[in-house]
């Protein structure tokens, strides 16, 4: 079956001599693989079109029995280019690119996580100031819409709401396996509880709240981002089978920007 489908490049190999295997999210079906024969020769008609990070739109013959399809035409619709001229925001796209790659299962196809994508990768772009907000707010919106939205409002256990249960000032116990905050009485049974402070529970909220367009104007303390970093991590660890299943050890190491 001949389709053809936006996609954004996610990851890109080279293939025996001339070839290129690149894995992408398509708009149409989701995470996919597929083949560029005669990617690599030097009057390749895909150009820079299979790199990753890049916007683009394809043909493609998909076979209904096997994992990899025959890519014939891939064009760039969106290069993002001051993204793939800056080393920092180059690793930060790598790291939502490789994310998405290792946590979204194949074939499953969501409208909502391809615009995810391309608004963060088009963010990544245009940032001028506070740049790993981006990828904060992505690991946010993309665990929410993975399904593994974290309860920061109210105990998980027991459904007071955190206002009621601690002040501003105070810290709060967060159990990133129990999937949210806890109150003070029911924190004593989750022994791997972390502790964050409010202002930081704050701004996860407000990160699950926003637009990308917005989140680089917050100003993050040293701390919050320690926080943050340390809270994500563990939280996606236990929720994402994917991300234990592959180069688990390098991409985890990574969110830890
Ligand atoms: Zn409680």
Do not use: W
């Amino acid at each position: 079956m001949i389709v053809k489908t936006e996609a954004v490049i996610l990851r890109s190999m080279r293939y025996r001599e001339t070839s290129k295997i690149v894995t992408v999210f398509s708009r149409k079906f989701g995470k996919l693989r597929g083949i560029a024969k005669g990617a690599r020769g030097p009057k390749s008609k895909f150009g820079a079109a299979l790199e990753p990070m890049t916007f683009v739109s394809m043909v493609l013959y998909k076979h209904e029995r096997r994992e990899l399809h025959t890519i014939s035409e891939c064009e760039i619709v969106k290069l993002f280019p001051r993204l793939h001229a800056d080393l920092n925001k180059i690793n930060l796209g790598l790291i939502v690119v490789e994310f998405v790659e290792a946590t979204v299962p194949e074939g499953e196809p969501s409208e909502a996580v391809f615009a995810l994508l391309v608004e963060v990768l088009n963010e990544l772009d245009l940032a001028t100031k506070n740049i790993e907000n981006v990828l904060y707010f992505f690991r946010l919106q993309i665990l929410d819409l993975l399904g593994f939205r974290p309860t920061l409002h109210c105990c998980i256990r027991c459904r007071k709401k955190l206002v009621d249960i601690a002040p501003e000032e105070a810290a709060v116990s967060f159990e990133p396996r129990a999937g949210g905050v806890l109150c003070r009485n029911c924190s004593r049974l989750y022994p791997t509880r972390i502790r964050l402070r409010f202002q930081t529970v704050k701004l996860l909220r407000e990160l699950l709240k926003r637009d990308a367009s917005d989140v680089t104007t917050i100003e993050l303390s040293d701390v919050s981002k320690k926080e943050m970093d340390e809270a994500l991590a563990l939280y996606a660890r236990h929720h994402l089978v994917g991300l234990e299943r592959l180069k688990t050890e390098r991409v985890l190491r990574r969110l830890a920007v």
